[in-house]
Structures are given as structure tokens and as C-alpha cells.
């Protein structure tokens, strides 16, 4: 009686098991694993492309997007760079949305979606990291991107990273009439203590990108809007 209940649990737990590792396997929707940390809210296509073009891309780069909501950035990267982007989000339904644009725009071969806890993630293989979280968020981040290459970048749409200092701070002034900042950092980081008075980043390291100079929308029109 025993070993039959056993042995039924045992069948049971085998195929469950399988279940996820081959739904995972295959990219399949998987379960929510937890609340996300942050809503969605998509950075604008004009902010989008100022990111992309303060990274300094090149040819061989890789693309991450941590919380990628729709997969905008990952998108845009690889259509107009040509570029490996990969994109987490850890709600489901993002993770839906990001593989339809990634479907819709041709772009298998470049981009990857997954469904994964951005805390949990090896950022060794990334030479950009693309995020808008939020200023908490950018700091929990912080032991994970101290271990990405030396000369990776990061971008972060309106948040800063308290106790590291940005390379630059650029203002982007969007089609809707506000105005949107962009942090780039360059690794390794520096730390704020470090930083030269001289050299104040609200001074020479600020920049402005005016409407007429962000090429949006032809550049980065998405066919889903
Ligand atoms: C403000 S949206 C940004 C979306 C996209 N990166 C953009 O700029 O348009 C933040 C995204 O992070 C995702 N997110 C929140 N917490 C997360 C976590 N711990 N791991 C992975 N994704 C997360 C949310 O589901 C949401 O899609």
C-alpha cells in the first residue's frame, strides 16, 4: 500500500519535472515566479535610440536588457546595430509581448527573450546593459555589474546609481514636450568618492539631444505601435 502510494508520488513528481524543464527548454511561457519589482512603462522610441547610440555599439557587442517590458530596446539593438541582444523579464506576459516583437520585426536570429529574475542573472557575456527600473533597483544591481568585462556599458533611462558615477548624464527632449534623462556608466565603475570636482558630470559630461537630432521614428518605428 505504501510503496504503491510511493511510487504513484514518484511518477507523478517525474512528470511534472520534465514538464518544466522541456516547456523551459523550448522557451515556453513558464508560471509568474514572483511580483515583478517594477511595472511595465516603456521607455519612448526618440529615448530608446539616444541609449543606444550613447552605448557606442559595435558589430560585435552584446545587447541586455534587464526588464525588457516589450522588448523595444533588444529590438531596436539588433535591427539597427545588427547585434545579439537578449531580453529578461520576469512577468509572463512581457515575456509574450517581447517574443511578438521579436517575431513581427524577423529578428530570431539575433534576439533571445527569457523569462528570468533579473537578480539572478551572470552578466559576464554582455558588453551593454540596458535598464529602466528604478534608483533602488540600479543599486541592487551593483554586485552584478562590477563583474561585467572592463569597457562594458551601461545605460539607465531616468535613474541613477547612487554611490557610482555616470560617465554622462544626457537630457533627451521627447516628442511629448518632456524631457528625459539618460545615465551612462562605463566599467569598471566609480565609485562617487572618486570623483573629480573638476570634472562635475553635470558639467562636461552632460550632453542634450534635441528632436531634431534623434532620428525617430524612422530609425526605430516599430511596427507594432
Ligand atoms: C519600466 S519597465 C521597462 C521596460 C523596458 N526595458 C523599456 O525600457 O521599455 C520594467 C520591466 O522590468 C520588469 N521587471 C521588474 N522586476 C523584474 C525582475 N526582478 N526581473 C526581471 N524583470 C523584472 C517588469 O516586468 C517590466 O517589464
Known sequence: MHSDFLKCFLVTLLVGVIAVASSSVRGEEQEAERTPDVIFVPTPHEVVEIMLRLADIGENDVVYDLGCGDGRIVVAAAKKYGVRAYGYDIDPQRVRESRENVKKNNLEDLVTIEQKDIFTLDLSKA?????????????????????LKPGARIVSHAFDMAGVKPDVVATVSCDDGIDRRVYLWTTPLKKEAERDDDNDFFGSGSLRFDNDEIEFPSLFDDPND
Do not use: A
Open 127 to 147: 558588453d551593454v546593459v540596458t535598464l529602466y527600473l528604478l534608483p533602488s533597483l540600479n543599486v541592487k544591481l551593483i554586485p552584478q555589474l562590477e563583474k
